[in-house]
């Protein structure tokens, strides 16, 4: 069974770091392009990073570009996602996803239950 | 940027009876088209892709159609399980992936 289990979420001041991490199980981690994927308190989804399955070529949001930082370890089978500079409007629950192959234009069919992120002073 | 509109905000629907959620790509996306479901307190789940495919284990009151910039999707019969947000995403233009806003279904 695919799992992906988000952890690191929590409460942070505006200007500070946190990093996310998934642990992926079920399939071939290395196999597959991985994203993040947000939703901001009482609004919709938001694709905010990915990285594709060798690890090679990310993807960034506008509004997270310069500030956020997805990276991936084979070995562990873990996603990451390290942000910086973290701002109120950066709340929202995150959520790990697998995308269906190892391309970029794609679905995503798995997701993990969501990790929320707060930042507020 | 594909903008994704999805409509009604929210829909009113008795439980056994039929579900029409819409969806409208700002340019053509050919069928790539996906629809998720989401409940509170569980992960996002894939619906369908490819405008008309059901994912693994989505039960067949679930169907999608359409394609270019018109999508629909239907659930023929609801049931209390599927009192949810839908989404829908394009695949088709990257960067970015975009979804759509939103359509609550709600019990009526």
């Known amino acids: 069974e695919v799992q992906l289990v988000e952890s690191g979420g929590g409460l942070v001041q505006p200007g500070g770091s946190l990093r996310l991490s998934c642990s992926a199980s079920?399939?071939?981690?290395?196999?597959?392009?991985m994203q993040w994927v947000r939703q901001a308190p009482g609004k919709g989804l938001e694709y905010v990073a990915a990285i594709s399955s060798n690890g090679g070529f990310t993807y960034y949001a506008d509004s997270v570009k310069g500030r956020f930082t997805i990276s991936r370890d084979t070995s562990k089978t873990t996603l990451f996602l390290l942000m910086s500079s973290l701002r109120p409007e950066d709340t929202a629950f995150y959520y790990c996803?697998?995308?269906?192959?190892?391309?970029?234009?794609?679905?995503?069919?798995?997701w993990g239950e969501g990790t929320l992120v707060t930042v507020s002073s | 940027e594909v903008v994704m509109t999805q409509s009604p905000a929210t829909l009113s629907v008795s439980q056994g009876e039929r579900a029409t959620l819409s969806c409208r790509a700002s340019q053509g996306v050919s069928s790539d088209l996906a629809w998720y479901q989401l409940k509170p307190g569980q992960p996002p789940r894939l619906l369908i892709y490819g405008a008309s495919i059901r994912a693994t284990g989505i039960p067949a009151r679930f169907s999608g159609s359409g394609s270019g910039t018109e999508f629909t999707l239907t659930i023929s019969s609801l049931q209390s399980e599927d009192f949810a947000v839908y989404y829908c995403q394009q695949y088709n233009n990257w960067p970015p992936l975009t979804f759509g806003g939103g359509t609550k279904v709600e019990i009526k």
């Open positions: 079920g399939f071939t981690f290395s196999g597959y392009t």
């Open positions: 996803v697998k995308g269906r192959t190892s391309g970029w234009y794609i679905p995503f069919d798995c």
